[in-house]
């Protein structure tokens, strides 16, 4: 199994260890004269800067939302800081109310 080391000068080393003789997370090891402590290998979710989320069950083409989908009309948001703006300019009208859940 390979597991990840870190160097002093941050750069990372992979060293393959039998499972379950590795040393512990956080445990500094020597190997040809340099420490290395060992890390957790925590994979990291890439998500485009310009990510969007679309939803299924506001009705489309809402006139609260910033965007909508092109074709389906269904709205579109960026983040939910923006779900919650519609929200609240959505209390202001009396027929198209909706608390988005």
Not at 39 to 52: H, M, R, T
Not at 54 to 64: A, E, G, K, T, Y
């Amino acid at each position: 199994m390979i597991y990840l080391f870190e160097k002093d000068d941050g750069s990372i080393v992979e060293i393959e260890y039998p499972i379950g003789k590795a040393p512990k997370i956080g445990t500094s090891i020597r190997r040809k004269g340099q420490k290395l402590t060992r890390i957790c290998v925590a994979p990291q979710a890439k998500v485009a800067p310009n990510a969007k989320f679309v939803s299924h069950s506001l009705p489309r083409w809402w006139p609260h939302a910033k965007d909508h989908e092109p074709g389906t009309g269904k709205p579109r948001f960026e983040s939910i800081h923006q779900v919650r703006n519609a929200e609240a300019r959505s209390k202001d009208t009396e027929k198209d109310q909706v608390v988005y859940e």
